[in-house]
């Protein structure tokens, strides 16, 4: 019988710090022995989600196909580490019911923080009024009422969030170890 994974979802602003902390994760937890899988948010629009917008009913739409994808990989014995901004709590509860073996990580970081780490020029774009809908300026971001897991961004660096978030797993008794 295979052993089955689990998916951890990290939700944030734009530029909190998801992709980053999940690219100090993948090797931490191959190391472990862990098949794993990055899903980030701007990677998987450009291909399984090319055709969607970002209004409301995009957005649920995006995570849900990320959400399909991570249940596939984690009931195959795979830890898809999901970096998804996933702005409202409706799609990760339902990403949570779906999936099932699922860490919610938020990646708090304050809004003034995530534009001065902004290399896109996405903030800047939305305030001038060129991208309408961004979320945390035009849309808004339901911050995680009870997250498994709250990384503080702005006092650690990606590779002390990772092994926080390593040490948050093992104390909740999720395996880190494969």
């Known amino acids: 019988m295979s052993h089955h994974g689990y998916c951890l979802w990290l939700t944030g602003l734009p530029s909190a710090g998801k992709t980053t902390i999940a690219r100090e994760l993948v090797p931490l937890l191959k190391a472990r022995g862990w098949n794993v899988e990055l899903l980030d948010?701007?990677?998987?629009?450009?291909?399984?989600?090319?055709?969607?917008?970002?209004?409301?009913?995009?957005?649920?739409a995006h995570a849900g196909r990320v959400t399909y994808v991570a249940k596939v990989?984690?009931?195959?014995?795979v830890i898809p580490i999901v970096a998804l901004i996933s702005p409202y709590a409706t799609s990760r509860a339902r990403a949570?019911?779906?999936?099932?073996?699922?860490?919610?990580?938020?990646?708090?970081?304050?809004?003034?923080?995530?534009?001065q780490r902004d290399v896109k020029g996405l903030y800047k774009?939305?305030?001038?009024?060129?991208?309408?809908?961004?979320?945390?300026?035009?849309?808004?971001?339901?911050?995680?009422?009870?997250?498994?897991?709250?990384?503080?961004?702005v006092n650690r660096s990606p590779a002390?969030?990772?092994?926080?978030?390593?040490?948050?797993?093992?104390?909740?008794?999720?395996?880190?170890?494969h």
Request: glycine fraction near 8%; charge should be negative; hydrophobic fraction near 40%.
């Open 125 to 153: 774009k939305a305030r001038d009024g060129v991208i309408k809908e961004m979320t945390g300026v035009s849309d808004p971001y339901e911050v995680p009422d009870r997250p498994d897991i709250r990384v503080d961004t």
């Open 96 to 115: 949570r019911a779906e999936i099932g073996a699922f860490v919610e990580v938020y990646v708090t970081t304050p809004l003034d923080v995530c534009e």
């Open 41 to 60: 948010g701007d990677e998987v629009r450009k291909g399984l989600s090319s055709d969607l917008g970002f209004d409301r009913a995009a957005r649920e």
């Open 160 to 177: 002390e969030s990772a092994a926080f978030i390593l040490q948050e797993l093992a104390r909740l008794g999720w395996p880190v170890q």
């Open 73 to 77: 990989l984690a009931r195959n014995g």
